[in-house]
């Protein structure tokens, strides 16, 4: 079994997708049986989708909420715990995931690029976003509450990045500095991701772009295979230990 090259000055980039939470028992989007196959995407993960039906978007994002009710953190999730904690500053992982298993994991060096089901915010007001695990009856749409002093209450929403939504600033400028920081000594991981939605699919060019090798464990070949210099099939619970072993 090979092992991800990790000397005392090498940094490592890992990006993970769905497919790393798929052995903790939550549905990725694109495989049969995935979320996308029941639901359109304009419908529930766009704002036109959420402006046109709010109480479809909720009972989209509170019938996943409900699900990761009991759900647990994998192997994989703990292999990358592991290395975080073997290489401290030299880590940094970036997740697709709204589902909070690495956080849960104990991962502190990580961007969450796509929010967090599990945090609400006002659809209108600048009120900060806070935790709502909240499970809203079907009928129901969650109003601001803050809004209703200024007159006229607003809509919560899910604190997630919708298609066609601008990722934080912040978050991009953290991986491009840690991308140009650590130089030829990056490695990038990519982990259970099918390389389709942008701008994490591209992320294994920036470092090539530096000069870092790039690796990727994943169930199939994604649609980015080719762009990788190391390709590990299998799923992550049980490859992702083993390449990562110390
Ligand atoms: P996808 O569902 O598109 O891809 C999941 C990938 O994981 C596929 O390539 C599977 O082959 C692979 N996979 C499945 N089970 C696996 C396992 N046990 N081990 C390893 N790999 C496995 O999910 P993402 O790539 O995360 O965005 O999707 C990216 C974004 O598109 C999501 O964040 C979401 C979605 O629409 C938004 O909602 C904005």
Redesign the pocket.
Known sequence: MERLPVTDTTHVLVLT????S??SGIP????AG?L?EGHD?REV?TLDGFVRDPLLVWRFYSQRRAALDGVVVNPAHHALAALEARLGERFLLVT??IDGLHRAAGHTRLIEL?GDLMRSRCSRCDRPPFEDRSVYRPNVAPMCGRCRAAGKDALLRPD????GEPIDRGHLARIEAFVRAAGRSLVFLA???????EP?ASLVDAARTVGGHSWL????P?ANAARFDHVVLG???TTLPALLAA
């Open positions: 997708g769905a497919g790393i798929a052995e990725t989007f694109r495989d995935g996308w995407v993960a697709q995931n796509h997630v990045v919708w298609f982990v259970g991701t099918s390389g389709l939605v994490a464990v994943n169930a199939e994604p799923k992550a619970g």
